[in-house]
């Protein structure tokens, strides 16, 4: 325990009480504690709030140029990949499916 603890340690009382004022003593006590815990809590709440929020900025500062410039840019279509089927129109994609299912069926 802290030294000022010890200094403020009421020994003539803890040793005059009754059991009725030492339990009075005590919940004023646990009374105080839970108080005190709840305002920590309180302050760690908002010390982590503060603290995601800081994090968010940080990271936009390192990354809002270039998710500015991808959402004010006009989309792009992805080249296509030898091999792999590009941006379809519905029919064209069906035929392209029919004729894969007529060679896996010859094959």
Do not use: C
């Not at 339990?23 to 995601?52: F, G, N, P």
């Not at 998710?67 to 080249?79: D, G, Q, Y």
């Amino acid at each position: 325990m802290p030294e000022s603890l010890w200094d403020d340690l009421p020994l003539s009382y803890l040793l005059e009480s009754s059991e009725t004022g030492l339990e009075s003593a005590m919940l004023k006590r646990l009374e105080t504690a839970a108080s005190k815990r709840k305002e920590i809590r309180t302050l760690l709440d908002e010390w982590a709030a503060e603290q995601a929020l800081a994090l968010l900025f940080e990271w936009f500062l390192q990354h809002g140029p270039e998710l500015m410039s991808l959402v004010t840019s006009p989309p792009t279509v992805a080249s296509n990949v030898p091999g792999k089927p590009g941006p379809m129109r519905a029919p064209d994609l069906r035929e392209a499916l029919r004729k894969l299912l007529e060679s896996e069926e010859s094959a």
